[in-house]
Nanobody, 112 residues
């Protein structure tokens, strides 16, 4: 059974940092790219970042470039999203995605 679980969200003040993790099981993790998405209240789901199967070719939405860093540990079958210099506009539920599978989201709330 394929399982993805995102965790690491929380409440942080503006300027703070969080690291999200996406723990997975049930498939060949290192065969797939990982995507991170977010959905703010009243808005559509936005792709934040993704990284290739071997950790290469990271890319980012313009809104997070220079602040967020995506990575992965294939031995641990886990993906990561390091988020720095957070702003209230980053407040959203964050999801990890691999192929057709989505993890449960983790709430990130940034207070001003």
């Amino acid at each position: 059974e394929v399982q993805l679980q995102a965790f690491g969200g929380g409440l942080v003040q503006a300027g703070g940092s969080l690291r999200l993790s996406c723990a997975t099981s049930g498939f060949s993790f290192d065969d797939y790219a990982i995507g991170w998405f977010r959905q703010a209240p009243g808005k559509g789901r936005e792709r934040v970042s993704c990284v290739g199967s071997n950790g290469g070719s990271p890319n980012y939405a313009d809104s997070v470039k220079g602040r967020f860093t995506v990575s992965r540990d294939n031995a641990k079958k886990t993906g990561y999203l390091q988020m720095n210099s957070l702003t209230p506009e980053d407040t959203a539920v964050y999801y990890c995605n691999i192929a057709d599978f989505w993890g449960q989201g983790t709430q990130v709330t940034v207070s001003s």
